[in-house]
């Protein structure tokens, strides 16, 4: 089978002009193809007049090698690579069972794969199943009732659960394990086309019943969900070499769980967590994050301006961007984790906090774009000596947005207008705000550092040249955007096992190893491959 990339159509093409192109670009006859099948389909949007949609196709031919040999020199024309994923062992008779900390996507994975290899694991989370969470985080968000261990951010599927639920990344990986991750999204309910699409989504509402299909693979193949167990505890001993190893886990319940080996995917906002890992003395040190607020846009604008007059097409979908400016202060602004058609979310974890994020639904039809609009944040520079700073740095600010919304949950707003005049907003215009459960119109300058203020003010004009409207004076800015990366990373070896705590292995977006639900399910795969050599190899 080849591999056919970078094929181009017009978007208005007819349904049989994508094979007679497959014919054309390997210059073979109808005869000779046996199947085509569509791997990837993207736009190229550049000319706005002129949108290309951008192919990548399987063929399988009925003589492949003189093909193959005709277009030896050309990178578009390839053996189609292997994407097949294949366990690394099964395990031992009378293995102990590993203990994974976290259900969202990363430890969700991790528990995936170390049941399909039968090392029955363990999955503890703070939080509870995925629909009882869903009414928890809908209580804060309508009647603003937080608890604080569930929420968007605790609980059966982790953050990503409660966001646009976007299933691409940056990552390249030479095993294609962002293919098994989609796959096993697919099998759990996910639609057909995340397999294809360049830039594949799937939505809030499709992900709760994906999480718990899931679950219910996990636990007939022997694992065990244990929900509600907060670790408050880990209890490390010392080997006759010396060397420190994991020997079990304090649950707040006043369970001991006695665990050799034990995968830490505890997500980006478990603060209470880092600081307990970091005074029992596991290997931790500050990472960069962002800090920022949501910025929302009518999504008609943000299509017309990436698409213009292709504007609604329904293969276009709705339109994303994403912008960035290095500023003269030194500091980067960029866009985050845009949502094409959907809304701001509440997303604190902490009483007395305002945090927000972005969240869409599979159709992303809502009314405005939302995305986050933030700046780099530099250890070295901002919060330098303590690895835990960047905590305090988040909470800092999230209460700040608390007093500023009103300390009622409420979340501070601004039209951008106003901010760009320095002055405080009393009103909002056109742009209706989606965060639930409200704004109050503010000045953000109160919550967010000066540095940060200073890049957004630079930044704004600039954005508006790329992106018409963009600055719009009624254009709403929501905060504060505090969550997007984890503050720390629990820093780990080549075998994934942390630097000073053998039997730990530090995973995911928490750890400081991924960035949303692709990337963490990843590396939730790899370090439950060493777990499982680390487990057969002792056997």
Known sequence: MLRLTNLTLPLHHADEALLSAIFKRLRVTPRDVVRYQVVRRGNDARDKANIQLVYTVDVTLRNEAPVLARFR???DVQKTPDTHYRHVGTAPAGAPRPVVIGAGPCGLFAGLILAQMGFRPIILDRGKVVRERTKDTWGLWRRRVLNPESNVQFGEGGAGTFSDGKLYSRIKDPRHLDRK???EFVKA??????????HPHIGTFRLVTMVESMRATIEALGGEYRFEKRVVGVDIGTDGAGVRRMQGLHLHTGEYLEASHVVLAIGHSARDTFRMLHDAGVFVEAKPFSIGVRIEHPQSWIDRARFGANAGHPVLGAAEYHISHHCSNGRTVYSFCMCPGGTVVAATSEEGGVATNGMSQYSRNERNANSGFVVAIDPERDFPGDPL??????RHWERRAFVAGGSNYHAPAQRLGDF????PSTTLGSVVPSYKPG???TALDECLPDFVVEAMREAIPVFGRQIPDYDHPDVVM????TRTSSPVRFTRGDDFQSLNTAGLYPAGEG????GGILSAAVDGIKVAEAVARSMIGAA
């Not at 760009?420 to 002055?423: D, E, N, Q, T, V």
């Not at 929501?478 to 955007?481: I, Q, R």
């Open 511 to 514: 750890a400081g190893y991924a």
């Open 181 to 183: 991750v989609l796959t």
């Open 439 to 441: 704004v109050t119109p």
């Open 189 to 198: 309910g996910a639609p057909p086309e995340i397999l294809t699409e360049a």
């Open 478 to 481: 929501t905060g504060v955007e």
């Open 73 to 75: 020199k050309d990178r």
């Open 420 to 423: 760009m005049a320095r002055r």
């Open 389 to 394: 700073a960047g905590l305090d740095l988040q």
